[in-house]
């Protein structure tokens, strides 16, 4: 019985001794606060790559709207004649302007003439719940001395992250940038 006695009160004198250590603080400290904190070093990281990515999408767009704004939005024929370009064409140069970060075929281009400077929509176009376009993008040049409005879209593809931090704004789980130039063809 005495050592049964030893035995319970070693294993109790060991008991009470590791409840009492606080050498174990940091790390219990660390599983608390590291998922919050690798959450957010996620979400700043995302949100500075799509900040860069819109910003490309921005320049591309700036310059796609100047080659329609000095009536440079024309190719040469087969025939060696100088004719508008077609919205494949169009969204081609776009895409040579942006560079590696985008999927040329994901580009989307919208360009329309405006009537008057209250007839002008900038509005995004309508996307179904799968992140398709509900319907056509206008493509059509402007001639000297019209507004246009130019649309540049691109579905930036986002990861979800912890803690449910989710960039997607379209059910596809993509982020729609959009980047809209509105301005008047210069007279030739």
């Given at each position: 019985?005495?050592?049964?006695?030893?035995i319970i009160?070693a294993?109790?004198?060991?008991?009470?001794?590791?409840?009492?250590?606080?050498?174990?603080?940091p790390a219990?400290?660390?599983?608390?606060v590291?998922p919050?904190?690798i959450?957010?070093i996620f979400?700043?990281?995302q949100?500075?790559?799509?900040?860069?990515?819109n910003?490309?999408?921005?320049?591309a767009?700036?310059?796609a709207?100047?080659?329609?704004?000095?009536?440079?939005?024309?190719?040469t024929?087969?025939?060696?004649?100088?004719?508008?370009?077609?919205?494949?064409q169009?969204?081609?140069?776009?895409?040579n302007?942006?560079g590696a970060?985008?999927?040329?075929?994901?580009?989307?281009v919208s360009?329309?003439?405006?009537?008057?400077?209250?007839?002008?929509?900038?509005?995004?176009?309508?996307?179904?719940a799968?992140?398709?376009?509900a319907n056509t993008?206008?493509?059509t040049?402007?001639?000297?001395?019209?507004i246009?409005?130019?649309?540049?879209?691109?579905?930036?593809?986002?990861?979800g992250?912890?803690?449910?931090?989710n960039?997607?704004?379209?059910?596809?789980?993509?982020?729609l940038?959009?980047?809209?130039?509105v301005?008047?063809v210069?007279?030739?």
């Amino acid at each position: 019985m005495g050592s049964l006695r030893k035995i319970i009160g070693a294993g109790l004198r060991a008991g009470l001794a590791f409840a009492r250590r606080q050498d174990g603080g940091p790390a219990t400290e660390f599983v608390y606060v590291a998922p919050i904190f690798i959450a957010l070093i996620f979400g700043t990281a995302q949100t500075a790559v799509i900040y860069l990515a819109n910003a490309y999408l921005e320049t591309a767009a700036e310059d796609a709207a100047r080659m329609v704004l000095t009536n440079n939005a024309t190719t040469t024929n087969s025939s060696n004649q100088t004719v508008p370009m077609t919205a494949a064409q169009f969204q081609s140069a776009v895409c040579n302007n942006i560079g590696a970060l985008f999927t040329c075929s994901n580009i989307m281009v919208s360009l329309a003439p405006a009537t008057s400077t209250t007839s002008i929509s900038t509005a995004a176009p309508a996307f179904n719940a799968n992140g398709t376009l509900a319907n056509t993008l206008p493509y059509t040049l402007p001639t000297p001395g019209q507004i246009a409005v130019l649309q540049v879209l691109y579905q930036w593809p986002v990861v979800g992250l912890p803690l449910g931090f989710n960039f997607a704004n379209l059910g596809n789980g993509t982020h729609l940038m959009m980047s809209t130039q509105v301005f008047m063809v210069e007279a030739q």
